[in-house]
């Protein structure tokens, strides 16, 4: 491949290598959001740790009306913790999650 004036092909075989970051993965791949999202969470759960909230808490990924969300489920006893309307840019949804199934009756 020849390269044009001036410019030479970094090892990767891009020009634009190293300029933004974007051809090794400097943006976010949005075929794999979901999974990213996941990431973003980690810190999310952390900071909700970090400020004194005890109860058990799930984070997932949701898709709302097409934009990927955020969706945090607390426990169905618990209080909600308190978190921020959108975290990195991304919209965090706060959830009570499903009661305990009732007890199982042990025929006599």
Known sequence: MEAPAGRTATPLGSFTSGVDGSSEGGRINTTRLPYNL???GVPLLQEIRRRGYSGKV???PVPVNGIWCL?????????PPKVPE????HRVIVEKGPPPPPPEKKPA
């Open 71 to 79: 969706k945090l489920t607390y426990g169905h006893d618990q209080k």
């Open 38 to 40: 996941v990431l973003y």
């Open 58 to 60: 799930d984070l997932e």
């Open 86 to 89: 959108r975290w990195h840019g």
